[in-house]
């Protein structure tokens, strides 16, 4: 097993392995297209590298106001003048493109890339600067700044922007705490192993390989044979300290939401929404995990305090307390699919969402017609195999989990075919499966380490 690995943070850029989203009220996520020449790109390129925020801890009281993160799409590489060759040296559905996977991932009916909206998906995205900021204030100045750069420039054009706003008490809109299960990496949060890493047999956890989301740092296949090949990490100089970045936006119907989860209580064990709705999700709205508190919410309970994501579900093989299709139990299994965690480890993923648009307020069922939901980001370093992995196999199929093709209910199914099934005696079943979760969106992106964007900006990435 490999030694304990020193990351170069000074290399790799910040919000990848460090949630900003906790520190920063406000993000903007702006997608660029490049109209000029790549020679023309890259000197504004070059100023903009010149701001990125790293992931080299800040010193104690020395938070930035904002931070600057950059990613670029397989056609931004291209029009910053990267070579035929070195493009196709990054793996294959990152060139390709997330709407060009939208069969593969469920993006059907209403979330067709054909209604997607403008900007998105349409081969007009290039690069992807995201601004966290502090306060309001400082989050209109850097974008005012972001602006001035661009027309300075000229040649660029802003051709989607997401304004997100983090929600009271780090929640989603559906009213769930949500971000804080991420997977613990090695020599970055050995500290959260338990409950975020490996589940071993002898009930022990151990932190993931950093490569597993940072590229050119030993993964789970070379941390035990180094002579594995190390994944689709692009050519030298760009595989660096890299990562591949999932940027989708999801709306939310969340008056649909409630009013299914409303009429369907009236059926069940005495009208008990509250639960109704944890056992959707796998967790009670403050977080509180359902395996470990199955009969109804502790009055507090913080996910980020030592041991409170440290779970497993073998005490729970029939889905008794949490059920098999819940969304925290199909999207890390933890050790539930057996042998030892074998099948689960490798679809890990950092995520990073965002939510958007004003909460629905409380008990209304209504559907308001405002815009919102969540700006889903995960980072990983293969995008096929960890954030695919999840969300087809997964999310979208319930053959692993004995599930037939019941798909996760708190997504939904475009089909309107599914059920979830919630064990008990007599078991429950929800059905049919609403969409409450639309694709609005999105790319497939690449970040690259500090070394790697400083050759993007001189022309000598090749
Ligand atoms: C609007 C759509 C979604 C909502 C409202 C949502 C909501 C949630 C909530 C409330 C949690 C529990 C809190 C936490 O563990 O941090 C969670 C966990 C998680 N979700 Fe989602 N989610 C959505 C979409 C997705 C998608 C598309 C994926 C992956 C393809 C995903 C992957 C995960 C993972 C990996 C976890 C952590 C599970 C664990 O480690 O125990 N989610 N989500």
């Given at each position: 097993m490999a030694a304990s690995v020193r990351m170069d943070l000074g290399d790799i850029q910040g919000d990848i392995l460090r949630a900003y989203g906790n520190d920063y009220d406000c993000t903007t996520y702006a997608f660029m297209k490049i109209e000029c020449p790549p020679e023309q790109a890259r000197a504004w390129f070059t100023g903009v590298v010149d701001h990125v925020t790293t992931a080299a801890p800040w010193p104690p009281?020395?938070?930035?106001?904002t931070t600057l993160n950059v990613s670029v799409t397989a056609r931004g590489l291209r029009a910053l003048g990267v070579s035929e060759e070195v493009v196709g040296s990054f793996s294959r559905e990152f060139r390709d493109g997330m709407s060009s996977r939208s069969a593969l991932l469920g993006d059907?009916?209403?979330?067709?890339p054909k209604s997607?909206?403008?900007?998105?998906?349409?081969?007009?995205?290039?690069i992807l600067l995201t601004i966290n900021a502090q306060r309001t204030s400082d989050h209109e100045r850097a974008l005012g700044k972001m602006k001035a750069a661009m027309d300075a420039a000229?040649?660029?054009?802003?051709v989607y922007q997401a304004d997100t706003e983090l929600l009271p008490g780090s929640r989603e809109h559906f009213g769930y705490a949500d971000g804080f299960a991420q997977p613990a990496i090695e020599?970055?949060?050995?500290?959260?192993?338990?409950?975020?890493g490996v589940p071993l047999k002898d009930g022990e956890w151990r932190a993931l390989a950093p490569g597993e989301f940072i590229l050119g740092y030993p993964d789970e296949d070379t941390r035990v044979d180094p002579k594995k090949r190390l994944p689709n990490a692009p050519a030298a100089?760009?595989?660096?300290s890299g990562t591949y970045m999932v940027w989708r936006k999801l709306y939310q119907d969340v008056a649909l939401w409630r009013r299914v989860m409303r009429d369907a209580a009236k059926l069940y064990e005495g009208g008990d929404e509250h639960t109704l709705s944890a056992k959707v999700v796998?967790?009670?709205?403050?977080?509180?995990p359902l395996v470990k508190y199955p009969d109804k919410a502790p009055a507090s309970f913080d996910?980020?305090?030592?041991?409170?994501?440290d779970f497993r579900y073998d005490k729970d093989k029939d889905g008794m307390?949490?059920?098999?299709?819940a969304h925290i139990r199909r999207s890390n299994p933890r050790d539930a699919l057996g042998f030892e965690g074998h099948l689960s480890f490798r679809h890990r993923m950092i995520r990073r969402g965002m939510p958007y648009g004003k909460v629905l307020p409380e008990?209304?069922?209504?559907?308001?017609?405002e815009d919102r939901g969540l700006v889903f980001v995960s980072f990983q370093a293969s995008i096929s195999r960890q954030f695919e992995g999840v969300q087809v196999q997964w999310l979208n199929a319930g053959n692993i989990f004995?599930?037939?093709?019941?798909?996760?209910f708190l997504l939904g199914?475009?089909?309107?075919t599914g059920k979830m099934t919630i064990p008990g005696k007599p078991p429950f079943f929800l059905s049919p499966?609403?969409?409450f979760v639309r694709t609005r969106g999105g790319e497939y992106l690449f970040v690259p380490g500090m070394t790697a964007l400083a050759a993007l900006a001189d022309g000598t990435a090749g």
């Open positions: 009281g020395e938070k930035p106001l059907v009916g209403p979330s067709d997607w909206e403008p900007g998105l998906g349409s081969g007009d995205a290039h000229g040649g660029l054009r802003i020599g970055t949060s050995d500290d959260k192993a338990r409950g975020g100089p760009l595989g660096r796998g967790r009670w709205t403050n977080g509180a996910p980020q305090t030592p041991g409170g994501n307390r949490c059920p098999l299709g008990g209304v069922t209504a559907d308001d017609g004995g599930l037939g093709h019941d798909k996760d199914d475009p089909h309107g499966q609403e969409v």
